[in-house]
């Protein structure tokens, strides 16, 4: 099982950047999939979550409205797109994929992860 990310990097406040994971070894058409971020000093928090069939989603109160999760089942990918990005979304971002078909807010509930990838807002 692996879980690629990509799509980090520096941007302006203000800016966009689209993550992306590939996901590799198990069924991820039956996967619920979130994405989480951890900041220097901080707890891993949940960012945004989608359920198996896309008819659910989640988004943390301090993205919501100006990030965007989505999946693609035929490419076994799921994305996360951030627009209007604050100084306070810098962190490293990790997807992680869940056996069950469901969004849980724990990161408890998702068994797979990846090594996470790099955000910076800043000037």
């Known amino acids: 099982v692996q879980l690629v990310e990509s799509g980090g990097g520096l941007v302006q406040p203000g800016g966009s950047l689209r993550l992306s994971c590939a996901a590799f070894g198990f069924t991820f058409s039956n996967s619920a999939m979130a994405w989480f971020r951890q900041a220097p000093g901080k707890e891993r928090e949940i960012v945004a979550a989608?359920?198996?069939?896309?008819?659910?989603?989640y988004y943390s109160d301090s993205v919501k409205g100006r990030f965007t999760i989505s999946r693609d089942k035929a490419k076994n990918t799921v994305s996360l797109q951030m627009n209007s990005l604050k100084p306070e979304d810098t962190a490293v971002y990790f997807c992680?994929?869940?056996?069950?078909?469901?969004?849980?807010?724990?990161?408890?509930?998702?068994?797979?992860w990846g090594q996470g990838t790099q955000v910076t807002v800043s000037t």
């Open positions: 989608i359920n198996w069939s896309e008819s659910g989603s």
């Open positions: 992680a994929a869940s056996l069950s078909r469901y969004i849980t807010l724990l990161e408890g509930g998702y068994d797979y």
